[in-house]
C-alpha cells in the first residue's frame, strides 16, 4: 500500500519532500481543480505560505508523490496549522484520489519570503508545470 499526496507549495521540490519524507517518489505532474493557488496561510515566521481557497473556476498544478503510509506522521508534523484533506487530481493520464493540505489560519498580508516563493518555482520548475502557471508563480509578490 502506498499514500498518495498532491504538493503544490515548497513540498513541490523534490529535494525539499524528501528531507521530510525519504521514501517519497515522483508520481507525476497533476492538476486541481475547484480551488486556486494563494499564499494565505499564516507562517510562524509571519509570512505568507502556499494554501488552498476554493474557486469553482479555478486550477492548481502541482506533483503527485507516492510514500509509505506511515510517513503521514512525520509530514503533518512539518505542516503545522494545515488540515490533511482528500482530492481527485489528474494527471496526464488519469484521475487519483490523493491527500493534500490546506489551512483556515489565515493572514492579512499573504505575502511569503523570496526564498520560499522561489522554492515553490523551482518545484514547479522541476515538474514542467505550464508555462502559463509558471508565470503566475513569478508574478506572486514578496517580501526579502
Known sequence: MRALYFA???????????????????????????????CCKRGGDG?????LQADGAG????AVY????RAWATLDACET????IAVRVETSDQELEVETYRSDALT????????YRQLI?????????????LRTLVALPSRD
Open 121 to 133: 518555482l523551482d518545484g514547479a520548475r522541476e515538474h514542467a508545470l505550464p508555462e502559463d502557471y
Open 8 to 38: 503544490y507549495g515548497s513540498n513541490l521540490s523534490s529535494a525539499r519532500l524528501r528531507s521530510r519524507v525519504p521514501s517519497a517518489q515522483v508520481v507525476g505532474a497533476a492538476r486541481l481543480r475547484g480551488f486556486r493557488f494563494t
Open 81 to 84: 496549522l494545515y488540515t490533511r
Open 59 to 62: 486550477v492548481v498544478w502541482g
Open 66 to 69: 507516492a510514500f509509505d503510509p
Open 108 to 115: 492579512d498580508d499573504p505575502v511569503p519570503f523570496a526564498w
Open 47 to 51: 509570512s505568507g505560505k502556499a494554501n
